[in-house]
């Protein structure tokens, strides 16, 4: 039984929202390292950023939602098995990704990559955002249905609870820049009504600097 018919569950919408930023920001890197303009500061600011994101909410899935999806809805445990599967080889291509040395790495004036540099990046990202948005196609036909139907409210805001509490604090600001990308005012609001109003206070300056740096990112004004 749909336990929240008449509106998408909180759970969707979420997920739906970090899905959407996860293509968002591995398309972004793609068409970054391939503007010579775009500063090795800003390409790995964004490549740190993807990989611990990306690897934290796989691992959270893994680990805390499928066992809580499985309790009451066992039958589904091949498909979220053949999942976890896709999440080990996004790994391989995050590995990869991982290791490019963007600190060390420099032309003659010491800002940007230089084409060989560039390119190897490019590459790279181009495996992590097909591996992404392969994987994504595959997991919401899946997680969708078995989130509107078998985890209730009050287990989707402990969920979330844990994985805000676990995210890592790395370029932050630009999940926030992202959700406002590609979210509806109400919908990102509905992630952080139950923010501390300490962190809320925050938000304003994150999003200055979430804009600034994807301008940068994009090559606007360069």
């Known amino acids: 039984m749909d336990m929240n018919a008449g509106r998408d569950a909180q759970a969707v919408v979420e997920t739906r929202l970090t899905h959407e ?3 968002l ?3 972004l890197l793609v068409d970054a390292a391939g503007h010579p303009s775009v500063p090795r500061r800003a390409l790995a600011q964004l ?4 990989v611990v ?6 691992e959270t899935e893994d680990e805390w939602l499928w066992p809580l999806i ?3 809805a066992p039958d589904v445990k091949r498909a979220l098995d053949d999942l976890s599967e896709e999440h080990e080889r996004l790994d391989l291509a995050l590995d990869r990704l991982a290791d490019i040395d963007l600190a060390g790495a420099k032309d003659h004036d010491g800002e940007n990559l230089n ?3 560039r390119h190897t990046l490019r590459e790279a990202a181009v495996a992590v955002r097909d591996s992404v948005r392969d994987h994504l196609a595959h997991e919401e036909p899946v997680l969708f249905p078995a ?3 078998h985890v209730t409210p009050a287990q989707w805001e402990e969920f979330a609870r844990r994985v805000i509490a676990t995210t890592p604090p790395v370029a932050g600001h630009l999940m926030i820049g992202l959700l406002d990308e590609v979210g509806t005012p109400a919908e990102v609001e509905s ?3 139950n923010m501390p109003p300490q962190v809320k206070s925050l938000l304003p300056g994150m999003r200055d600097q979430a804009a600034t740096d994807l301008r940068v990112l994009r090559g606007i004004g360069s």
């Open 21 to 23: 930023t996860h293509r």
């Open 70 to 72: 499985l309790t009451a």
């Open 53 to 58: 994101n990306l690897r934290h909410h796989h």
């Open 47 to 50: 490549r740190d950023f993807l």
């Open 25 to 27: 920001a591995t398309g």
């Open 115 to 117: 084409k060989d540099d």
């Open 191 to 193: 992630i952080f009504v």
């Open 147 to 149: 989130l509107r139907a």
